[in-house]
């Protein structure tokens, strides 16, 4: 079946730090694959994607890049910031007609200054 | 760009009771939308698959009997719990699939209380 796990967290940073979020991925097929961040009380935000292997998504200073051969789709961030704090989501699409997003579980990132 | 607009954003009522959470498509067409719970510091859960139409697909472990899901035109979806029970306290967040492969929108989220 489709899954999609991600590195527990919290994972708390200062701020400037360098961020990585790891996140793999068991799907058939060809997948899309996504970052989403939900901000404290908010809704899920689109971070970024990818439709294909070797492609890049980015955004805000975030990364990552869809890797076939390693199912991996891990998110990084230079330089953080306290405004980067939020619970971000890895996330995977089949590509099948009428199906939702498959979401891992949530990593929490808390950038102090 | 596309936007899924829920209502409430928040609700709260007493046990034994129903609530209906709406969620209208507001410049597209979305003929499936999805039903997510969210737990607090967990991952969003899809609870089933709304379809315009015609029946909505529960995922395994969902009483279908309890979330009753509605999709009677292009642009709305409705949720509605029923007989609420304290344990269905949740976030719950609506989705629509739109455009190309890849495109997904959604709600705000609608914050459960059940006293």
């Known amino acids: 079946g489709n899954s999609v796990t991600q590195m527990e967290g919290p994972v708390t940073l200062s701020e400037e730090a360098f961020l990585t979020i790891n996140c793999t991925y068991t799907?058939?097929?060809?997948?899309?694959l996504f970052w989403y961040v939900q901000y404290p009380g908010e809704g899920l935000q689109l971070l970024l994607k990818?439709?294909?292997?070797?492609d890049k998504g980015s955004n805000k200073g975030f990364e990552a890049t869809y890797r076939k051969e390693t199912t991996s789709f891990h998110l990084e961030k230079g330089s953080v910031q306290v405004s980067d704090s939020a619970v971000y989501f890895c996330?995977?699409?089949?590509?099948?007609?009428?199906?939702?997003?498959?979401f891992g579980k949530g990593t929490t990132l808390s950038v102090s200054s | 760009g596309a936007v899924v607009s829920q209502h409430p954003s928040r609700v709260i009522c007493k046990s034994g009771t129903s609530v209906k959470i709406e969620c209208r498509s507001l410049?597209?067409?979305?003929?499936?939308m999805f039903w997510y719970r969210q737990f607090p510091k967990q991952s969003l859960m899809l609870m089933a698959t709304?379809?315009?139409?015609?029946?909505?697909?529960?995922e395994q472990g969902v009483e279908k009997d309890k979330f009753l899901i509605n999709h009677a035109s292009l642009t709305l979806s409705t949720l509605t719990v029923t007989s609420a029970h304290p344990e269905d306290s949740s976030f719950y967040i609506c989705?629509?699939?739109?455009?190309?492969?890849?495109?997904?929108?959604f709600g705000s989220g609608t914050r459960l209380t059940v006293v």
């Open positions: 799907a058939t097929g060809y997948p899309s």
């Open positions: 996330a995977l699409t089949p590509n099948q007609a009428g199906t939702a997003l498959i």
């Open positions: 989705s629509a699939r739109v455009g190309d492969r890849d495109g997904y929108t």
């Open positions: 410049d597209f067409q979305a003929t499936t």
């Open positions: 709304s379809n315009e139409g015609s029946k909505a697909t529960y």
């Open positions: 990818a439709t294909k292997a070797d």
